[in-house]
């Protein structure tokens, strides 16, 4: 479901303008537009709520988080869209940075923890996941603690990971935010060295749970979602999360903001359509669908053994700072990965 994501800003910037609008089913206008960074066949659904709770026809234009963000750049005050549904963090902090957000009002804002929602109060996050080492009990005994000892000499030829995923990509980008650029290459090189490539998650903890490997990084969800499909007495895999305010930890979220310079009906569906997303309806979908921490106050995840958000050691970042990805994939081309 999670498209992977390899190009250079200039070439998403390109890519985007030649997104196609989805096709309005009939000739109702519709009352609000969305962008979605999130693919049809993950929030599809959750959208067809949405018109139900708002009472009006919503249009949706799919696409990656990255690619939408440069698309409403490139539009401006002549966009569309109402309403912008992030797979990640990284976009709609590059959105905030050039002032395209609308401010959220606090009641919005409150209902979810500062880290999870942006700095500058023009975006928050609807669901959140967290970055985890898979591992085969039969080739180890234990997962590391840090992404860090995967580098060291015994780990060659043992760890899977996807280079070309968004999610890979915005870890990266946040250990850059933590670590610096010159420590963040310098431990890219030495994964490199050591794991074997592959380009999706789900082929990550396939290889995990066949013992192609010893270990592979991923998102949380897809381990869950394994178990929740097949059992868990039919998953040889496990997944450990990282203690200690690892890197490798990162909790990143999807995230919702509505656009500047919506007509004022448009912009009130926006509103609603945020606050939706917000809603225990919503939230509940998130944690039943998609495996994924819900995040607004009050909503617990319903997922048999995973840990409370709260419980995790995850770093201290502000999310929104996860924007600099053309940044990112110029380093992981420099050092071969992409």
């Known amino acids: 479901m999670r498209r992977p994501l390899a190009r250079s800003l200039t070439a998403l910037v390109a890519a985007a303008l ?33 018109e139900d709770s708002l009472g009006t026809k919503i ?42 957000l609308a401010a959220l009002p606090a009641a919005t804002l409150e209902k979810v923890a500062p880290s999870y929602r942006g700095s500058a109060g023009d975006w928050v996050g609807v669901s959140g996941r967290v970055r985890v080492i898979a591992y085969n009990p039969d080739k180890v005994a234990k997962a590391p603690d840090s992404v860090h000892e995967l580098v060291k000499p015994e780990w060659k030829g043992r760890i899977a990971y996807a280079p070309t995923n968004a999610s890979f990509q915005a870890f990266v980008t946040g250990m850059r935010v933590l670590e610096g650029d010159d420590a963040t290459r310098t431990w890219l090189k030495g994964l490199k060295a050591n794991a074997k490539p592959y380009e999706k998650n789900t082929e990550v903890l396939e290889a995990v749970d066949k013992g192609e490997v010893s270990l592979g990084l991923l998102n949380h969800y897809y381990w869950y979602e394994k178990v929740a499909e097949e059992g868990e007495d039919k998953v040889k895999a496990k997944v450990h999360f990282l203690p200690g305010g690892d890197p490798g930890a ?43 921490y819900p995040l607004a106050a009050g909503v617990k995840t319903t997922v048999d053994g995973l840990p409370p958000l709260e419980s995790l050691q995850a770093p201290k970042i502000d999310l929104g700072k996860l924007d600099s990805l053309k940044q990112t994939l110029a380093m992981l081309q420099d050092v071969g990965m992409v």
């Open 18 to 50: 030649l997104l196609p609008a989805v096709a309005a089913c009939d000739t109702e206008p519709a009352g609000l537009v969305i962008y979605s960074g999130r693919n049809e066949g993950l929030v599809g659904s959750l959208i067809e709520k949405m």
């Open 59 to 100: 249009d949706v234009r799919y696409g990656d988080s990255a690619e939408l963000a440069a698309q409403i750049l490139e539009e401006g005050d002549k966009t569309e869209a109402g309403v912008f549904l992030s797979q990640d963090a990284g976009a709609l902090g590059a959105l905030s940075k050039e002032g395209s």
């Open 250 to 292: 990162l909790v990143n979220v999807a995230g919702v903001g509505k656009l500047k310079g919506s007509s004022k009906s448009e912009s009130t569906y926006a509103q609603k359509a945020v606050d939706f997303l917000l809603s225990e309806e919503a939230q509940k979908y998130f944690a039943d669908e998609t495996k994924e």
